[in-house]
């Protein structure tokens, strides 16, 4: 059984960077794909970002493109979530999500989910 763990998250200030990170137990991330979600007080979980098993082909949100990129090492058996220009908006408890057909955008298309981490973007 998949686990995911997600890490990286804390407070920052608008504009600067932050790297999460998702990793697993239970299998090798290898032959996943693997979507990036957030959620925000009070709104349903959103995809940020998503990314097929080969990292051929990713997908962004609106949102977030041109800011956010989701590099994966295989060898490191990590997907990261690299956010730089962070806005007040990004502020959200963000979760890797992982299923083996494809990198789907809807929330239910994903079977195995981390527990979250927090990102607070504050001045």
């Known amino acids: 059984q998949l686990q995911l763990v997600e890490s990286g998250g804390g407070l920052v200030q608008p504009g600067r960077s932050l790297r999460l990170s998702c990793t697993s137990s239970?299998?090798?991330?290898?032959?996943?794909?693997i979507g990036w979600f957030r959620q925000a007080p009070g709104m349903a979980r959103e995809r940020v970002s998503c990314i097929d098993s080969s990292g051929g082909r990713t997908g962004y949100a609106d949102s977030v493109k041109g800011r956010f990129t989701i590099p994966r090492d295989n060898d490191k058996n990590t997907l990261y979530l690299q956010m730089n220009s962070l806005k007040l908006e990004d502020a959200a408890v963000y979760y890797c999500?992982?299923?083996?057909?494809?990198?789907?955008?809807?929330?239910?298309?994903?079977?195995?989910w981390g527990q979250g981490t927090q990102v607070t973007v504050s001045s």
């Open positions: 239970g299998d090798t991330l290898d032959y996943y794909a």
């Open positions: 999500a992982a299923n083996t057909r494809y990198a789907g955008q809807e929330v239910r298309e994903y079977d195995y």
